[in-house]
């Protein structure tokens, strides 16, 4: 018997997965991708009226059960959604419909936690979160999965939002998590700082990162924005970024640095590519910088686990099963 189309909802998702679930089920897609066993597609994108827009992103993994996916979402001024159609990459039979907000999140989140695992310092334990919106409670999640922490110093340009967000947060963790005065405060002894935010403009420099050993950059996918100044590059010994595709349509920080002509990057390493040849923080680095701009397999990752542990614990409201007969008599 075919097995049913399922739709899941945030609920779902969340009841099924936690982050250190999505950090080992991407890190495990990554791997795949550095051996040619997955791809993504580059991202669409159309903006209309004041500021709205719409996104998809696509991937596959090949080989035995094996899936293909899209990510689609509408962003405007008055709200949004998402989706993430999941497909068998064998038979081309939708399996799933899925609301991605909180898987999103979760991938957002995934990505710095497997790049951190692979780039920081193994004793690093000292770290600042720039940045106090809905993305920054897994991105702190995602730091604590993976390194030893004892304190975490949280910065944002508005008091009040960052002693909300150290109050949502209090009692969660073993280590300190402290709302921080200012920049300098929050980033002064941070091994790791991981910038999470909606900045224009480079707000973060050299200096400022003094301590830094590993830089997680998440904030600005957009080729109008950027979170780091062009010096901090000078400090780096390795430049790392989950989609080189992505990176250079959207991250205004590395076009600056490397060119946005189309020619190559020397320096710049993919994620990916890395884990698969086991390849992780060089001895000599002063700085690693870890530059994520989204990318159609991070969410393929997660909508692949919740799909399989949904589908065994029976969860989602099951569909009528797409089946090849069906399609037929549906063209017929």
């Not at 959604?81 to 995934?110: H, K, N, Q, V, Y």
């Not at 790049?115 to 979160?129: D, I, N, V, Y």
């Not at 947060?169 to 790791?192: N, T």
């Amino acid at each position: 018997m075919a097995d049913a189309l399922r739709y899941l909802t945030e609920r779902d998702v969340v009841s099924v997965l936690d982050i250190h679930g999505a950090i080992d089920a991407l890190q495990a897609m990554l791997v795949a991708q550095g051996n040619e066993q997955a791809r993504n597609l580059p991202k669409a994108l159309a903006t209309w009226g004041d500021g709205s827009s719409m996104h998809a992103l696509g991937s596959v993994q090949t080989g035995a059960g094996g899936y293909a996916g899209f990510k689609t979402w509408v962003h405007t001024k008055t709200g949004g959604g998402s989706l993430f159609s999941l497909f068998d990459a064998s038979t081309g039979l939708l399996r799933a419909i899925i609301e991605a907000r909180a898987l999103g999140m979760l991938r957002t989140a995934a990505i710095s936690g497997v790049a951190t695992r692979a780039l920081a310092p193994e004793g690093a334990s000292h770290a600042a979160l720039v940045g106090t919106g809905p993305q920054a409670v897994t991105q702190l999640a995602a730091l604590a999965a993976v390194r030893p922490l004892r304190r975490v110093r949280v910065y944002s340009p508005t008091p009040e939002k960052r002693q909300a967000f150290v109050a949502s947060v209090a009692g969660k963790y073993a280590f300190d998590i402290e709302a921080s005065p200012s920049l300098e405060h929050a980033l002064g002894g941070a091994e790791i700082v991981t910038l999470i935010t909606r900045a224009v403009d480079p707000f973060v420099d050299a200096a400022l990162l003094a301590d830094c050993r590993h830089l997680n950059a998440l904030g600005a996918i957009l080729p109008a924005k950027a979170e780091f100044a062009q010096d901090v590059f000078e400090r780096a010994g390795m430049v790392v970024v989950d989609d080189l595709e992505n990176a250079r349509r959207g991250s205004r920080e590395l076009r600056e640095r490397y060119g946005a002509d189309g020619t190559p990057w020397p320096g710049v390493s993919v994620l990916g590519s890395l884990l698969a040849s086991g390849q992780t923080r060089l001895a000599d680095a002063r700085l690693t910088i870890f530059k994520g701009m989204g990318m159609g397999l991070s969410d393929l990752a997660m909508a692949r686990v919740v799909y399989e542990r949904a589908r065994d614990q029976g969860l989602g409201v099951a569909l009528p099963p797409q089946t090849r007969e069906n399609l037929l008599l549906a063209q017929s």
